[in-house]
């Protein structure tokens, strides 16, 4: 089997520096099959989802109420945690603490090594996506393999997700039918899609069998009862979850609720938001390790609690509803810019709005300050998303932590990694001519009496646009003129 | 930038006030002074007197939406006098409309009596359209021959003034006008202020799409009631003519106050 020898070992999180970035999205609106690709995806996701809301005003109130269950849940965060481990501990699960995704990674690690692992098989999971899990197991000997049919397919092209709910929706089905033709001992190309997934199926079967420890993700993590729920579609989740003999569990420290009820609402608008379902195949609720006469299930589960940046998010009033985030994708799949430059272009394990909101927090500012301006604050997302999170309020936040002027003890990490002083001059400049009236008329008669004089060249604005240039005479002028 | 989300209850208007204020916005009042000329036209003629504060510059938008917060509370600490009678407030852009709406109290800072008189004037501000059709009740004649036209509204007329059915229904009042929609409507323009100079690629990609929709609807010409986006629709549109070598506009367009306007006699075409 190939599968195990190729994954993304050996690709570590791109370096979002301004210049990639810039680099990355100039040939991703370039490139006519992707651009293809993602309006057609993007545009069947929309109509999805928005078949799922056909009332106005029912969505109005699920959306109120799942933001109102989440921003309780957050206010009460600590406790909850406390809470959550507590009960989890009472059900024979092992709770673990990382601050950092080296720790997160040591800490399965160590895990693995005490059960000999050879291979860990994987449900979908964005948090491991965000920790380099795959990585850092191939790098320590141990075998890492997605068994989500879309990571999957990532996997086996050797990339990493363009979206966190459809992986691979970057790649046609001829891609994958080379991508399976190449890659799976006995497989020849076929592009048919069942055929396809028949294939996978059966290639994933033998491997839940043969895995030492099963991973997966978190939705929701109910701290009163110490259940995990786990949302999915293809069953892999539920497989990787019962059959090996060990589960790991990984999420951010955010995804806890206080109560089961709490859960409902959040799962209805969740699937209803992401992939326009009614609700989902499979829904998973994991309160435990095999108990007495169970005939199955793991006879040890783990769950591991990931913070990297979140508490930073968290100290701050309006920076903490980033945290709201239930990770539906709706946000991506309604973005203009994403659906130009698909989710690769980012560099950032979540891309689209809510990866320019929620990675500065994961990655500091310094790789990733250029981000937060990458949007037309149209404000596509802040009206989708299904815990009312005002991405662009957030992203304009973000803008002027960026720019704001270094200085000690920085509230964010990168702070004023954006900073740039000619820009900054530019700036006081500009408020010291709007902020007083008289300085602006004057400016602005003279801008429209030597209206010849503006220059053709206008930055990014004439790299496709004719110049802009100002009126012989203002509204002013004429307004007097009048009368 | 919505504040607000779809749903939001709709504002109170007020009844039809003797005079009102008008903001024409940095860009109405440098690049495009003729639509506000022809807004101030409409309201005149519906018997409003119009008050033009000549204090007014920006609403300090660019400086707020670029991350520049300190910059943007100077401009509009400098506005927060401009409007000492309590007459509404009337924007020709949903998008400078927005910003007073629902950012300048906030913008403004901490004190709590400059926040109160920012929320006092937020109160009173509508957009153009919206005004025409909730509080004059726009309903004249149109003299025009019959034509089809295109609708942009801006994002922020969408989503923060919860404006985008209002240009529809002022221009299904126009007998001999048909409008035709566009493929991807409710999608941005792509101008987004700074972000079309920041991020020249995207932005272009996004315009591009906006102007082929729009050409596809073989509609005679646009009108949009925010000037943001009018100029970098048909300035885009403009470089494509220019590109091709067609001297003749492929997608002229109009704010909705002149379209208006013009239809209803009050304006030679």
């Known amino acids: ?483 | 930038m919505s504040s607000h989300t779809p749903g939001t209850p709709a504002r109170t208007y007020p009844p039809r006030p003797e005079a009102v204020y008008f903001y024409a916005t940095c860009l109405v009042d440098m690049f495009v002074p003729e639509a506000g000329m022809d807004a101030i036209t409409l309201l005149e003629r519906e018997g409003i007197r119009v008050i033009f504060p000549d204090n007014q510059t920006c609403c300090g938008q660019p400086a707020f939406t670029s991350g520049f917060p300190e910059e943007a509370r100077q401009v509009v600490a400098s506005q927060l006098d401009l409007f000492p009678g309590d007459y509404p407030i009337v924007v020709p852009s949903g998008s400078c409309a927005g910003m007073i709406l629902w950012h300048w109290e906030k913008v403004i800072g901490a004190d709590p009596a400059l926040k109160a008189r920012a929320a006092a004037v937020a109160a009173r501000t509508f957009e153009l359209a919206e005004f025409l059709l909730h509080v004059v009740g726009f309903n004249r004649k149109d003299e025009g021959p019959a034509t089809t036209v295109t609708l942009h509204t801006s994002c922020s007329a969408r989503r923060e003034m919860g404006t985008h059915l209002v240009g529809r229904e002022l221009l299904a009042r126009l007998g001999n006008v048909s409008l035709a929609h566009h493929d991807h409507e409710s999608e941005c323009c792509g101008f987004g202020g700074t972000f079309s100079l920041k991020h020249p690629d995207v932005s272009t990609a996004m315009v591009s799409d906006k102007v082929a929709a729009l050409k596809a609807t073989g509609a005679s010409q646009l009108v949009t009631a925010d000037c943001g986006c009018m100029l970098n629709i048909t300035k885009r549109a403009a470089r494509e003519d220019q590109d091709a070598g067609r001297s003749k506009p492929s997608l002229p367009g109009e704010h909705l106050a002149t379209f208006l306007l013009r239809r209803t006699g009050g304006k030679q075409a």
């Not at chain 1, 998973?284 to 390790?289: D, L, Q, V």
């Not at chain 1, 604050?377 to 803008?399: N, T």
């Not at chain 1, 400016?443 to 053709?456: C, D, E, I, S, V």
């Open chain 1, 1 to 483: 089997m190939s599968t195990q020898a190729r994954n993304t070992a050996g690709q570590p999180i791109a370096f979002v520096s301004a210049q990639a970035l810039r680099a990355r999205m100039h040939d991703a609106v370039n490139d006519a099959h992707l651009r293809q690709s993602f309006r057609g995806a993007m545009d069947f996701l929309m109509a999805k989802r928005a078949a799922q809301f056909p009332d106005e005003g029912e969505l109005d109130s699920l959306r109120g109420l799942s933001e109102a269950i989440r921003q309780y849940s957050l206010t009460k965060l600590p406790d909850l945690l406390e809470q959550l481990e507590a009960n989890l501990t009472r059900n024979g699960v092992q709770v673990h603490w990382a601050e950092t995704p080296d720790e997160a990674n040591a800490i399965m690690l160590d895990i693995a090594r005490r059960h000999q692992a050879k291979l860990i098989v994987k449900g979908k999971s964005m948090v491991s996506e965000e920790i380099e899990f795959n990585h850092a197991m191939e790098a320590a000997g141990v075998g890492a393999l997605e068994s989500d049919m879309g990571e999957y397919i990532v996997q086996l092209a050797g990339e990493k997700p363009s979206h966190i709910i459809m992986p691979a929706i970057h790649q046609t089905k001829q891609q994958i039918a080379r991508l399976f033709a190449e890659h799976i001992p006995g497989v020849d190309y076929t592009d048919n899609v069942d055929a396809l997934i028949q294939i996978g199926r059966r290639v994933l079967r033998e491997k839940f069998e043969e895995a030492d420890i099963g991973l997966s993700g978190v939705n929701f993590a109910v701290a009163e009862t110490g259940t995990l729920c786990l949302v999915e579609n293809e069953g892999n989740g539920r497989m990787c979850t019962t059959v090996p003999k060990v589960h790991i569990a990984i999420t951010g420290i955010e995804k806890v609720v206080e109560k089961l009820e709490h859960v409902a609402p959040l799962f209805s608008i969740l699937t209803r938001s992401a992939t326009g379902q009614a609700v989902s195949t499979y829904f998973n609720m994991i309160s435990g390790p095999r108990r007495g006469d169970d005939r199955d299930g793991p006879e040890e589960v783990h769950l591991v609690l990931l913070d990297n940046g979140r508490s930073q998010a968290y100290a701050d009033e309006q920076l903490r509803q980033t945290l709201q985030c239930i990770r539906c994708g709706a946000c991506m799949n309604h973005c203009p810019v994403y659906t130009r430059i698909g989710g690769h272009a980012y560099g950032t394990t979540y891309p689209g709005p809510i990866g320019k909101i929620v990675s500065p927090h994961m990655m500091g500012l310094e790789q990733t300050h250029l981000l937060p301006t990458a949007s037309s604050l149209c404000g596509a997302c802040g009206e989708v998303c299904p815990v009312k999170i005002p991405i662009p309020e957030l992203l304009i936040r973000l803008r002027g932590e960026a720019n704001s002027a270094p200085h000690a003890n920085p509230a964010m990490v990168g702070q004023g990694a954006g900073y740039d002083a000619k820009i900054s001059l530019l700036w006081k400049l500009w408020a010291r001519l709007y902020a007083r009236p008289a300085t602006y008329r004057a400016f602005t008669w003279l801008a429209t009496r030597f209206r010849f004089l503006t220059p053709k060249q206008q930055s990014g604005w004439t790299a496709a646009r004719t110049p802009l240039k100002p009126a012989p005479r203002r509204l002013r002028d004429m307004v007097k003129d009048r009368r």
